[in-house]
């Protein structure tokens, strides 16, 4: 399967072209979503988008990890991660966007 990557740059262009606004205009909107997007996930809120997911950010706790070289145990510091949990209509969209690509094989 080969890797694909969607850039800002991209998401702008699609802007542009769906919706219309100049391209500037395209651009300062995508950022716009994506600095809200952003800010609510640093004050620690859920971000759900109907029909795309949810985003939301996790506390995990201090632990003890090991380096896989020399199994030396290795204090791991508490830290919040980022965690997306998919739609049901997302998950159905790639398994059958999947699906289609495989039987084109």
Known sequence: MSEKTITRAQLSEAVYQEV???????????????????DALGQGQTVKISSFGSFSV?????????????GEEVPIL??????????????????DGYSSLRGKK
């Open 20 to 38: 219309g606004l100049s391209r500037n205009e395209s651009a300062d909107l995508l950022e716009a979503v994506l600095d809200e997007i952003s």
């Open 58 to 70: 996790r506390s995990k706790g201090q632990r003890v990890g090991r380096n896989p070289k020399t």
């Open 78 to 95: 508490p830290r919040r991660v980022l965690v997306f949990r998919p739609s049901q209509l997302l998950k159905k969209r790639i398994n």
